[in-house]
């Protein structure tokens, strides 16, 4: 019984570091996500600014291009992120698994415990019992 204790302390600890795992990751794929998000922003500011200026005008091609590689190299980040973070998640529900395991083996020995513990009792009592009966 002591055994499994540990073992359900250990799975327990397994779950939380799991989890705070997964919150980083989720945390970093929203920050990239936001930066995207900025990026497009600069971008369409950065098209307005070369509507209203004729010489910002040349400079555009060159930033297109700029931000399509930079807009490539973050969706490239989110996707990464996307795949750590569903590993993330199968490795927490398998830990999760695990722990559930530990608990219902826990409960099933002290459901036994308390099965023998009534046997045991039961048997005491019927043998006072047939004692106080041979006694009359």
Do not use: C, H, P
């Not at 795992?21 to 945390?27: F, K, P």
């Amino acid at each position: 019984m002591k055994a499994v204790g540990s073992l359900i302390r250990i799975s327990t600890y397994e779950v939380e570091d799991l989890q705070k795992r997964l919150a980083g990751i989720v945390d970093r794929r929203t920050q990239v996500e936001m930066r995207m998000a900025v990026l497009e922003a600069e971008a369409e500011m950065e098209i307005a600014n070369a509507r209203a200026d004729a010489e910002a005008g040349w400079y555009l091609v060159g930033f297109r291009e700029g931000v399509k590689q930079r807009r490539a190299a973050l969706q490239d980040q989110v996707d990464a992120l996307g795949r750590e973070e569903e590993g993330a998640r199968d490795a927490l529900n398998e830990a999760f698994e695990a722990l559930k395991k530990y608990e219902q083996v826990a409960e099933s020995a002290a459901n036994a415990a308390r099965r023998e513990t009534a046997r045991r009792e039961t048997a005491a009592l019927d043998e006072l019992g047939l004692r106080r009966a041979a006694a009359r």
